[in-house]
């Protein structure tokens, strides 16, 4: 039982030394409470507390508050009191004495900055300094010394100061490109599609009624396309009066030139398809 005890408070004390820069020789913060206990159950406080914590120049430490506390309290106390005033009266600022347990809470602080081991066996104080982090809590369970496992807010802190640790700095990660580093990536604008892969608008054309769009002239039976050509270049140029004679002109001359070269001007022949007669039988 003593050695997983030992093991337990060599862990936890491992724990503070890593986050909390709890080292020894460690201070111990006592109250009349863990003493008056200790005094009752028979055990010699400075040779335990400095077995269990492995340090054999622990420091025991108390408070003047603690002191008058104790002297209030009667001749119930004195055994109490005679021992505890063997221990270093540690300076708590308080000009008229203080309640010991509000004495004890303001040395802790917010953090522990002055790395206290706090002994004691109020359950509110336990409570109140279980709040802050880094405050290793030393209690008396029956004729034995324990040592409280880290709360919930110095394993909190614990973890955030681990965070903190991994983090790589701002100019680091920038170099790096990883991390906080890394700057914030603009969001694109939404962009129209691009104008070379659009097919063009095709122009309407114009209706027959009110539009000025020219049509080619139908052609002519026994006129060459060259005299529709000529013939519809007399109508655009308004020249009204002659255009079946330049038409016949272009034609002549188009006959000439076959003529000329022994080639006959090709007419297209269209298939007549006869109907066959159905003979119809009458019966009778």
């Known amino acids: 039982m003593k050695i997983t005890r030992q093991k337990h408070a ?9 986050n909390f820069d709890l080292h020894p020789p460690f201070k111990v913060l006592v109250d009349g409470n863990f003493v008056y206990a200790a005094v009752e159950h028979k055990i010699m406080v400075a040779e335990l507390v400095s077995s269990l914590l492995g340090d054999p120049k622990v420091k025991l430490c108390t408070t003047r508050c603690v002191l008058a506390e104790l002297e209030k309290l009667g001749s119930a106390f004195k055994p109490a009191l005679s021992v505890i ?3 270093k009266i540690v300076k708590c600022g308080h000009e008229s004495p203080v309640v010991a347990s509000e004495c004890l809470g303001y040395l802790a602080g917010e953090s522990n900055p002055m790395g206290f081991l706090f002994a004691t066996q109020d359950r509110s104080l336990m409570a109140e300094l279980r709040e802050i982090p880094g405050s290793p809590i030393l209690y008396i369970n029956f004729n ?3 040592i409280d496992p880290p709360s919930d807010k110095s394993l909190k802190m614990a973890r955030k100061m681990d965070r903190r640790k991994l983090r790589v700095p701002t100019n680091e990660a ?7 580093g890394e700057k914030k990536k603009k969001r694109k604008k939404t962009k129209g599609p691009n104008p070379l892969s659009v097919k063009k608008k095709k122009k309407s054309k114009g209706k027959s009624g009110g539009s000025d769009v020219e049509r080619p002239a139908k052609r002519s039976k026994g006129l060459d396309g060259a005299a529709v050509a000529t013939a519809a270049a007399g109508n655009s140029a308004g020249d009204e009066a002659e255009p079946v004679a330049a038409a016949s002109a272009a034609a002549v001359d188009s006959e000439a030139a076959g003529e000329a070269t022994g080639e006959k001007p090709k007419r297209k022949r269209k298939r007549r398809h006869k109907k066959k007669k159905k003979s119809v039988e009458l019966g009778l």
């Open 144 to 146: 034995l010394i324990a």
């Open 10 to 18: 060599k862990r936890v004390l491992k724990f503070y030394h890593i």
């Open 174 to 180: 920038r170099r790096l490109g990883i991390g906080g």
């Open 85 to 87: 005033s063997q221990y």
